[in-house]
């Protein structure tokens, strides 16, 4: 016989199993949005062997848990219902879920300029005021690193009033509100950003394991994790800081003794701790796993994504990690949804402006890895903002804008509005006539035009050297020309390349702006840079 004390552990370690409740994810929960017109599944937790009830909208389902006590279903498709009613899902214990309605989700996903609220953005007073939106509902999934793929998360889902709204993504909401407005369905919202972030950071292990050019990136971040040392680095941080104390201390005792008028000098900023490895939101994978795999296989239209700011120095990286994440995530949701990409803003930020060719510029490198994606992977498409960024602020407050042109995109692709003009010129081809540069474009709508009526630009040209200059051009029916009277042998054109592309102005008739593109074939100067590590 065993010993007592063995028999009381065995039994405690199977007791969850045996005696649990049924349970949910977090994202099940009062005032969410079910996707309509197709199946959904359900999922969650119960004791091993149970039998799990599922009832909504006239359906009862029914699943069985498995051997680790975990269970899912699926409603078949269902029809978008504007009334809130009850799920309930009923095992040993019973589940009612308030207030659940039907419509169209999407998830909203990114960095700071997709977290950004509403109460950050323009208009927030004005905006809060008038949002009684019963039927848009956003879950706000709450920001978490997570060093293995996650089964759940936290967050909560909010109906759209005065005084929720505030909280909202102001680009996931605005999107959400014109989708709402057009189709006059319920929408629901999965924020599911943090500020700062990298592509990586979104993108699974084993995807990023395929890849090639995250080779070096996976190899440092495990370097830094295993030379990493807590004791070490908080006294290094100590060390910095009184020196920086001492600094400040003697300084300000400097600028005491200054006569009157004299201008004094400026203390430096406070030295910041070194970052953990092991912690931080920026290592490969880790939001992939808190807060994107606990949603999987949460049914859901699309995705709507701004991102991009954090990767500028490894731009030419960006071409293969954004597609990258693209396709894991389709791959895990056994689906090829639609992907919206939003376009990087114009930032003034203190680099040469477009007038001022030939200087390398992370920034329109950045903006044409996500212009290639779009134009490259199938169900993506690309909503350009290059007209309303803000010189002094990498966040933008026009976010009704950027969330009108994205839903843009959704209506004309995924809701059959075919006459919606959903995007401004893209670049499609080039052809060089006695010195001069002919370029042909996608989505001219109906016509091409400049916003101020002046001639397009700016436009840089160069000859065989490589060396670029300011460049003319002129619209000719459908088509841009370019020249320079000091090339005779031009080799390309480049449009607004530049962070800040100051007086860029080429549109369609129906007021959308041209990304920027190129069309010479020389090396990008983030070539080669495949690693935070090795960032300049």
């Known amino acids: 016989m065993k010993p007592l004390r063995i028999c009381l552990a065995i039994a405690a370690s199977f007791a969850p199993a045996i005696h649990a409740d049924v349970s949910l994810p977090v994202i099940f929960s009062d005032h969410m949005v079910l996707q309509q017109g197709r199946a959904v599944p359900v999922w969650g937790k119960a004791a091993v062997g149970e039998e799990v009830t599922i009832t909504f909208a006239g359906q009862s389902v029914k699943a069985k848990t498995d051997d680790k006590g975990q269970w899912k279903a699926e409603l078949a498709a269902l029809t978008a219902n504007a009334t809130g009613a009850d799920l309930v899902v009923a095992g040993k214990n019973t589940i009612t879920l308030k207030d659940v309605l039907v419509g169209e989700v999407w998830v909203c996903s990114g960095q700071s300029n997709m977290q950004w609220t509403v109460s950050q953005a323009a208009n927030a007073e004005a905006e809060a005021a008038a949002a009684n939106y019963p039927q848009i509902r956003m879950f706000?999934?709450?920001?978490?690193?997570?060093?293995?793929?996650?089964?759940?998360?936290?967050?909560?889902?909010?109906?759209?009033?005065?005084?929720?709204?505030?909280?909202?993504?102001?680009?996931?909401?605005?999107?959400?509100?014109?989708?709402?407005?057009?189709?006059?369905?319920?929408?629901?919202l999965i924020n599911t950003s943090w500020g700062g972030t990298r592509v990586e950071a979104w993108t699974s292990t084993e995807a990023l394991k395929e890849r090639p050019c995250a080779r070096d990136m996976l190899k440092d971040w495990a370097s830094a994790i295993a030379k990493w040392d807590d004791a070490k680095e908080k006294a290094a941080f100590e060390k910095r800081t009184a020196e920086w104390?001492?600094?400040?201390?003697?300084?300000?005792?400097?600028?005491?003794?200054?006569?009157?008028?004299?201008?004094?000098?400026?203390?430096?900023?406070?030295?910041?701790?070194?970052?953990?490895?092991?912690?931080?939101?920026?290592h490969p994978s880790v939001l992939f796993n808190g807060m994107v795999a606990p949603l999987i296989p949460y049914a859901f239209q699309g995705a709507i994504w701004y991102q991009g700011e954090s990767n500028q120095r490894r731009a030419f990286q960006y071409q293969e990690l954004l597609p990258t994440m693209i396709n894991d995530w389709r791959k895990r949701w056994n689906n090829e949804f639609p992907f919206y990409i939003v376009q990087l803003a114009a930032f003034g930020n203190g680099k040469p402006p477009a007038t001022e060719p030939g200087i390398p510029d992370t920034w329109a490198e950045l903006q044409e890895a996500?212009?290639?994606?779009?134009?490259?992977?199938?169900?993506?498409?690309?909503?350009?903002?290059?007209?309303?960024?803000?010189?002094?602020?990498?966040?933008?407050?026009?976010?009704?804008?950027?969330?009108?042109?994205?839903?843009?995109?959704?209506?004309?692709?995924?809701?059959?509005?075919?006459?919606?003009v959903f995007s401004g010129p893209m670049y499609k081809s080039s052809s060089i006539k006695n010195g001069k540069v002919h370029v042909q474009f996608d989505y001219i709508g109906s016509g091409l035009k400049t916003r101020n009526g002046?001639?397009?630009?700016?436009?840089?040209?160069?000859?065989?050297?490589?060396?670029?200059?300011?460049?003319?051009?002129?619209?000719?029916?459908?088509?841009?020309?370019?020249?320079?009277?000091?090339?005779?042998?031009?080799?390309?054109?480049?449009?607004?390349?530049?962070?800040?592309?100051?007086?860029?102005?080429?549109?369609?008739?129906?007021?959308?702006?041209?990304?920027?593109?190129?069309?010479?074939?020389?090396?990008?100067?983030?070539?080669?840079?495949?690693?935070?590590?090795a960032e300049k």
Do not use: M
Request: net charge positive.
């Open 370 to 420: 996500q212009l290639l994606t779009a134009q490259t992977l199938p169900k993506t498409g690309l909503a350009v903002i290059n007209d309303i960024g803000e010189v002094g602020n990498i966040h933008p407050k026009n976010k009704q804008e950027v969330g009108r042109r994205l839903a843009l995109w959704a209506l004309a692709k995924d809701y059959g509005r075919d006459a919606t």
């Open 454 to 533: 002046e001639a397009p630009g700016p436009f840089q040209i160069a000859g065989a050297d490589g060396k670029w200059v300011v460049a003319k051009a002129k619209i000719e029916g459908d088509e841009v020309v370019v020249w320079s009277d000091a090339i005779k042998d031009p080799i390309g054109v480049r449009y607004a390349w530049a962070s800040w592309p100051e007086g860029v102005n080429l549109i369609n008739k129906e007021g959308l702006p041209a990304s920027c593109f190129r069309t010479d074939d020389l090396p990008p100067s983030t070539l080669g840079v495949v690693s935070p590590f």
């Open 140 to 188: 706000n999934v709450e920001r978490i690193t997570a060093q293995k793929p996650g089964v759940d998360c936290k967050g909560q889902w909010n109906v759209t009033t005065p005084q929720t709204v505030g909280q909202f993504s102001a680009v996931g909401f605005y999107f959400g509100r014109h989708l709402h407005q057009a189709l006059k369905v319920p929408v629901g």
């Open 245 to 282: 104390k001492a600094q400040v201390a003697k300084i300000n005792a400097d600028n005491a003794k200054l006569p009157a008028g004299k201008p004094k000098a400026k203390p430096p900023g406070a030295p910041r701790p070194s970052e953990n490895p092991n912690a931080t939101p920026h």
